[in-house]
Structure formats: structure tokens, C-alpha cells
């Protein structure tokens, strides 16, 4: 009979921790012991529960995810095995640093998290710190399209290693200034004629740019099309409508409202369930 394991969930966002919750449940050798969105609170009741497994969210307000783990080998013997899960792949490297057993990107991947559940197991039997480092180089270069060998080398000589294929920020030019506009604060982005409009932190920017130009830079774990002139930041998005002639908003955090074509609809749904 296989071992069992006990999993905790740390996530501000509700809705990322029930979908975890509900993924988990597919797992018979997996026993979700508790959640919390309140990173101060988890750590107090990590330390209490002592699970075998915390899946660990990085950008929350209040401590990070990387001050969670700070506070947990502080008043924790034996750590439990941490796996990150979030949104962003700039921070695959210092995952890496802090050993950190794996590295999940939203929308969690069916395959990924069997992976990840598998790994897991190994560890904790347990395996060498040699082979999980290695399969960690690998996750760095799924993520960063860089050389397992290259990101070796970089570590060991103290070099940084590039942490995203994807821009951090985007180049807006308008009558003679040029404004660099953050990607993680991009909340949507709408095609007018040749332009594009881009809306982030409450304002509104206009790119002389295609659709298809601008998505190949934009991270497609974080931003989604939602219909064929629309993309939007799934971190934005707060909930999925539905009307009663069938069709399907969203609604971002901001309180803005968008139409989802019937193509998206599937797409925007499983990503309202990670």
C-alpha cells in the first residue's frame, strides 16, 4: 500500500484555492489538512499541522510567499516539502535558490500537477538533493527557454540568468515620449482598427501594434484572449457571467465588464476553476 501525504494551500485569491482543493481530490494518496489566504495566519497553522506538502502562492500582500518560507524554517525543524504555485515566471530562479521542491504556473496544468504530485512522492522517500536540483534546471528552462547546461554554469559562477522569455515591461511610443508600461499591470488590451489599446492601473495607452505582435510578447500563462480583438490579464479577472441569451462576460477587479466570445468561453472557465 502506497504512503499517504497531508497538503496545505496558501493563496489570498479564494478561487485559486478551491480549484487546487478540487484538482487535489483526484489524488487518493493526497489529504488536503487545511487553507488559508491570510499568509501571517499560515504560517502559525503550517507550523501546527505540519503537512507533508504546502503549495505556496509568492505574490500576496502581507508576507510573500519567499517570506512565508523564511518564517517556516525559522520555527520549523523539518520543512515540509514546497511546491509554488503563481502566476508569474520571474521568480523560477529564486524558487530554485531556495530549493524549493517545484514550480507550478496558473492555470495549473492537469499533467503538470501529476508531475509535481509524483515528485513529491520521490522526494519524500526520500531522493537525493542532486537529482531534484537537476529536475529544477529543467523547470528554469521550460520556463525561460534557456539551456539546462547554460543556467548550470550561470549558477555556479555566480552569473544572473535570464528569469522570463517575455518582456517585463512594453514600450508605448506618444507624440515624442515614450512610456514603459509594466506587463503585471496591464489588465486588458482591445484592438481599435490598427491600434491597440492598452489598460493598465487605470489608464489607457495606445500601441501601433498588431494583435498577434502583442501577443507574442505577453506571457500566455497570464494573459488570455477572450475574443478575437480582446486579451485580458487572468489575474484581473475576479468572476465568469453568464446571460440569459447564452452569452459571457467577465468581470475584472476593477469593476470593468467584457464580453467573452463562445470560442474563449472554455478556455476563461478553466481558468476561473485554477
Known sequence: MSRSFTAYIVDDESLARKGLAIRLESF???????????????VAEISALKPDIVFLDIQMPGLNGFDVLKSLQQCMPTLPAIVFVTAFDQYAIRAFEVRALDYLLKPVDEERLVETIER??????????DATQQKLVNLVAEVTGEDCDVILERLASGDDVPMSRYPEHIAIKDSGEI?????NAIEWVDAAGDYMCIHASGETFILRRTMKELEKELNPHLFQRIHRSAIVNVNQVEKLCTRQNGEYHISLKNGQKLKVSRSYKDRIKQLILN
Open 120 to 129: 513529491v512522492k520521490q522526494e519524500l522517500e526520500p531522493n537525493e538533493f
Open 179 to 183: 512610456t514603459r508600461v509594466p506587463v
Open 28 to 42: 487518493d494518496e493526497i489529504t488536503l489538512v487545511g487553507h488559508q489566504g491570510n499568509s501571517r495566519e499560515a
